[in-house]
């Protein structure tokens, strides 16, 4: 039996990167795994390398920051699952700039999916989950939750205001028997961190990558695999007496840089 077998995950943002190897850990557990994203393309080649290695997949093109579009893809996994027992928050985008070169129309770009959207899943989900008993929904937060680092302004907001939601719905929800929690991801090599390189430090990638990479007390980043086994001990029942925490994943980033 696998940890998750007969639980039904939404997973935003599962095309790619740490969503991507979640949706694949979760069903290789036995998951049923709702992938939700923008990416009409990557989702449907995400879904069937999940079947095709004996997974349980489907995928659905939904905007997180649009709440309508939301409702309706959660209502049409609910209705295909019969429940929806984990919600795991991870679409996202990010945004290199501070206060001053952050204009307001990017800020609230960012804000739009990375806050709305948690916002918008959340309450979709939970609508089900207080009527059928209860479930865990877990947000990818970020080290810029808890701590700053240069010209992330506008996703640190976010990240900040992720981590804050997370406290707020394992408040809220704890007697309707909902878990929630956030992992706090430090760098992780994912394509997102290939293209920031690629775009900024043209001819310079791999000593770039290298320099990144050391930047962690761990003297390495993050694979997207290992924050997907952390997201599976925290949606597994091994965690049910955890909610309302923020877990690092960041090589030590946050206590021993």
Do not use: W
């Not at 429940?83 to 990010?94: P, S």
């Not at 309450?123 to 808890?146: E, H, Q, T, Y």
């Not at 704890?174 to 961190?193: D, K, M, S, Y």
């Not at 003297?219 to 597994?236: H, N, Q, T, V, Y």
């Amino acid at each position: 039996m696998g940890k998750l077998e007969s639980k039904c995950a939404v997973v935003t943002g599962g095309a790619s990167g740490i969503g991507l190897a979640i949706a694949r850990r979760f069903a290789a557990e036995g998951a049923a795994v709702e992938i939700f994203d923008v990416d009409e393309s990557e989702m449907a080649k995400a879904a069937e390398e999940i079947r095709e290695a004996g997974g349980d997949a489907s995928a659905l093109r939904c905007d997180v920051s649009d709440p309508g579009a939301v409702d309706a893809a959660v209502a049409e996994s609910r209705a295909r699952r019969g429940k929806i027992d984990i919600l795991v928050n991870n679409a996202g985008i990010a945004h290199v700039g501070n206060a001053l070169t952050t204009t307001p129309e990017e800020f609230e770009r960012v804000q739009r999916v990375n806050v709305f959207g948690v916002a918008n899943c959340a309450r979709a989900a939970l609508k089900f989950m207080v009527d059928d008993g209860g479930g865990v929904i877990l947000n990818l937060a970020s080290i810029v939750s808890v701590s700053g680092i240069p010209d992330r302004f506008a996703y640190a907001t976010s990240k900040g205001a992720v981590l804050s939601m997370t406290y707020a719905i394992a408040k809220d929800f704890l007697e309707a028997g909902v878990r929630c929690n956030a992992l706090l991801p430090g760098r992780v090599h994912t394509p997102f961190v290939d293209g920031f390189i690629a775009k900024n430090y043209p001819g310079r990638e791999e000593e770039m990558f290298e320099k990144l990479s050391k930047t962690q007390p761990i003297g390495r980043m993050g694979d997207p695999a290992e924050i997907a086994a952390a997201a599976l001990f925290l949606c597994s029942d091994e965690a049910s007496f955890i909610t309302g925490l923020g877990m690092p994943v960041d090589g030590g980033t946050l206590t021993i840089r």
